[in-house]
């Protein structure tokens, strides 16, 4: 299981995502959910992963293969794609290249399926930052005003602070504390999704890469996020009004 967050702002983009796999609670590994490609002055594009490890691995391998020069491969690729709307959909098509590919081996089959769901996100020059959710189907959705944020993933017990907590006008620093809360809450509630943590904060018209950094599990500052958190949830829950028997 995972537990990716791509978010919209008025600023900008911000990305995080966990780094726990397994394969059973006795084969527990990390691996890198987090992918960037840029093209400084041109673009900056983010991808997010969740689901089998191994065609999640293979589609980034691919997209990776095809960022090179033209005269080094044979297909798209996501640098060159003329919008981000484009890029979704070489994603999209890459994805499900991979799933077709996997799904018709003859042979062993695994138990664990081949899908995978997908957030991407960026800017490409003469286009608005845009973020969407790709689906193993290769089609996918865009955030928007009304669902400015996707969650892949073990999505459900981090979703309720980020539904009542978010603004589109949020600094970058309250919406990096806004996830931090969001994963404590999930990682305290499934085993499954672990620490460390990988942040990515893109500023709006800076088409490169922008702030990278992975949140360790000694981190001090998320260790006062987890414990202040707590100590506010019961302090919330003591100052509302007590229900009275009859």
């Known amino acids: 299981m995972t537990y990716c967050v791509g978010m919209k ?35 900056s594009i983010t991808l997010m992963t969740a ?59 695994a138990d664990s399926p081949f899908s995978a769901t997908l957030i991407l996100g960026g800017q490409v020059r003469g286009g608005e930052p845009r973020l969407f959710m790709i689906y193993p189907e290769g089609n996918f959705v865009e955030a928007a005003e009304d669902t400015p944020f996707f969650q892949i993933g073990e999505t459900k017990y981090g979703k309720p602070i980020l539904v009542r907590a978010y603004e ?23 085993l499954s999704v672990g620490l460390p943590l990988d942040l990515h904060l893109y500023e709006a018209e800076g088409f490169r890469t922008g702030r990278v950094h992975r949140i360790e599990r000694d981190d001090a500052f998320y260790e006062m996020i987890s414990s202040g958190w707590g100590e506010a949830l019961k302090s919330a829950f003591k100052a509302l009004p007590p229900y009275t028997l009859e």
């Open 9 to 43: 702002l008025d600023r900008g983009l911000v990305f995080m995502s966990d780094t726990r796999t397994n394969a059973g609670v006795d084969n527990i590994s990390v691996f890198r959910k987090m992918f960037l490609w840029e093209r400084e002055g041109e673009r």
């Open 51 to 109: 689901g089998n490890l191994a065609t999640t691995q293979a589609v980034v391998s691919l997209l990776n293969e095809r960022a090179k020069p033209a005269e080094d491969r044979g297909a798209p690729s996501i640098l060159e794609a003329p919008s981000m709307f484009q890029v979704a959909k070489l994603v999209g098509e890459t994805l499900r290249e991979v799933i077709a590919e996997q799904s018709g081996r003859t042979g062993p089959q």
């Open 168 to 190: 589109p006008e949020m600094s970058f620093e309250d919406a990096v504390k806004l996830l931090m809360v969001s994963f404590d809450s999930t990682i305290k509630a499934n």
